[in-house]
């Protein structure tokens, strides 16, 4: 990813508009790329504070863990997203397994009983 393709993105990944797999290169490149990283803590900080100001509330908050942890919660979701592919595609491969064993044994081509 570019530096301009991901200045591009700064304002959808505020608004949580980015999909799981433009918010993964996104952050791949905002962790390698210091001046991008800094162009989104800009955007950050100023997305935050005018929502603390519409919002009403009256101290101070520190914008830059805000930030670190808005993209961690993101990074979390993408590997729990990648984990939950990879479960799905083993069980399906096991299932897909099974049935095929299931259907060698019923056609008397290989008898699952062999195996015990």
């Known amino acids: 990813m570019t530096c301009r393709e991901a200045q591009n993105m700064i304002r959808d990944y505020i608004a949580g508009k980015l999909?799981?797999?433009e918010l993964e290169r996104f952050i791949g490149h905002i962790r390698d790329?210091?001046?991008?990283?800094?162009?989104?803590?800009?955007?950050?900080m100023i997305d935050r504070t005018v929502k603390y100001l519409d919002d009403g509330l009256d101290h101070s908050f520190n914008l830059k863990y805000l930030l670190e942890k808005d993209l961690r919660e993101k990074e979390k979701a993408l590997i729990w997203r990648r984990r939950k592919h990879i479960?799905?595609?083993?069980l399906?491969?096991?299932?897909?397994?099974?049935?095929?064993?299931?259907?060698?044994d019923v056609l008397g081509i290989f008898r699952v009983t062999q195996l015990f």
Do not use: K, M, N, Q
């Not at 790329?33 to 950050?44: H, K």
């Not at 399906?92 to 060698?104: C, W």
């Open 19 to 21: 999909s799981p797999r």
């Open 33 to 44: 790329c210091g001046s991008c990283y800094d162009e989104l803590e800009t955007f950050f």
């Open 87 to 90: 479960f799905w595609a083993v």
């Open 92 to 104: 399906l491969t096991v299932a897909a397994a099974l049935i095929a064993l299931a259907a060698l």
